[in-house]
Each structure stands twice: as C-alpha cells, then as structure tokens.
C-alpha cells in the first residue's frame, strides 16, 4: 500500500500551501488535491491502494510552534526565491529540508498515535 502524508504549510502572507509526500516522491500545491494530484502524476500505476493523511497545520507534541513558524519563513523565502529564479543559501536550504523532514517524522508519529486510537 502506498502511504501519501500531505501537510499544511502556512505562509507569511496568512495563506497556507499544502506538501505531499509518499516515499522519495514529493511535490508542493496550492490546495492539498492540487498537491496529491502532482505527487499521483509522479507514481507508477503498480500501486494498488492508497491511503492519504491530510494534517493540518496546528502545532502539537510532534512539531511545535517555533518549528512550524521556522518553517513558514524559510518557505515563504523558498518561493521569493523561485519566482527571481534563486536558491536560498546553502543553510537556509538545510534548515528547510531538516524541517521538513521534521514535520514528515511528525506526521508518521501522528498517523501512529492515530492508529492506537482506533486499536483501542
């Protein structure tokens, strides 16, 4: 079974984008459809089933405050950058790939603590 995890990701200007993962695959939308739309274009038709987690973006014990505000900022400068045809610094790159990292280990503990639940 192919597991997508998709993550809000508020932006500075109060909008929010949304991340979907499943594996090595990952893709950015505007709206969490338009983000499993692009990661679906990107997996082989092998795939049977599917399960998706839709989190949204609130923070808890997994990915706090501080994080989810690192990771707004370094976002919001992500795409300043794309649109001039930028990158951000070699940092800046790895502060947002260790965060995003973060918030998808985050949501793998979620979808665990998610599953206890419905075992109990």
């Known amino acids: 079974m192919t597991k997508i995890s998709i993550v809000s990701v508020p932006i500075k200007d109060g909008k929010t984008t949304y991340y979907a993962v499943a594996g090595d695959k990952h893709t ?3 709206t ?3 983000a499993l739309d692009a990661l ?3 997996m082989t038709e092998e795939k049977s089933s599917t399960l998706v987690i839709v989190q949204y973006h609130q923070p808890d014990q997994f990915f706090d405050e501080k994080q989810q505000q690192q990771l707004a900022t370094l976002m919001a400068k992500w795409r300043e950058a794309r649109d001039q045809g930028q990158s951000l610094t070699e940092s800046e790159q790895n502060d947002l790939e ?5 918030e998808l ?3 793998a503990n979620r979808t665990g603590a998610i599953l206890d639940d419905l075992r109990s």
């Not at 260790?98 to 973060?102: D, G, R, S, V």
């Open 32 to 34: 969490a459809g338009e």
């Open 28 to 30: 950015f939308g505007n």
């Open 105 to 107: 280990l985050a949501s």
């Open 40 to 42: 679906t274009t990107q």
């Open 98 to 102: 260790n965060l995003i990292e973060a």
